[in-house]
């Protein structure tokens, strides 16, 4: 499986972006799939996820009811919608997608089988 996310880009406090993860492969649909983001100096962070069926999603408390995730397995892609950015969502966004992620795992980079590249979001006050 091969991930490419996309959508960053510098926006406003208070501004929206939604981000895309474009995966290869024909078993996307069976795949958990994560968005985590690290800033300069930190360790990469767990944001957001959601498993195969689309109907079970995990938030990171710092994003709840301002970021949603979602999938459509028909076009291999997932999102995560970022509204109300703050300041302190500055990060490199990566999407990863795992295989066999038990729910204890879901908030765990290393469960995650593949990454794509990052896109960087930049959040300016």
């Known amino acids: 499986v091969q991930l490419q996310a996309s959508g960053g880009g510098l926006v406003q406090a208070g501004d929206s972006l939604r981000l895309s993860c474009a995966a290869s492969?024909?078993?996307?649909?069976?795949?958990?799939m994560g968005w985590f983001r690290q800033a300069p100096g930190k360790e990469r962070e767990f944001v957001a996820g959601?498993?195969?069926?689309?109907?079970?999603?995990y938030y990171t408390d710092s994003v709840k009811g301002r970021f949603t995730i979602s999938r459509d397995n028909a076009k291999n892609t997932a999102y995560l919608q970022m509204n109300s950015l703050k300041p302190e969502d500055t990060a490199v966004y990566y999407c990863?997608?795992?295989?066999?992620?038990?729910?204890?795992?879901?908030?765990?980079?290393?469960?995650?089988?593949?990454w794509g590249r990052g896109t960087l979001v930049t959040v300016s006050s």
């Open positions: 492969g024909r078993t996307f649909s069976s795949y958990t």
């Open positions: 990863g997608a795992g295989n066999r992620i038990i729910i204890s795992q879901v908030r765990a980079p290393p469960a995650y089988d593949y």
């Open positions: 959601i498993r195969w069926g689309g109907n079970t999603k």
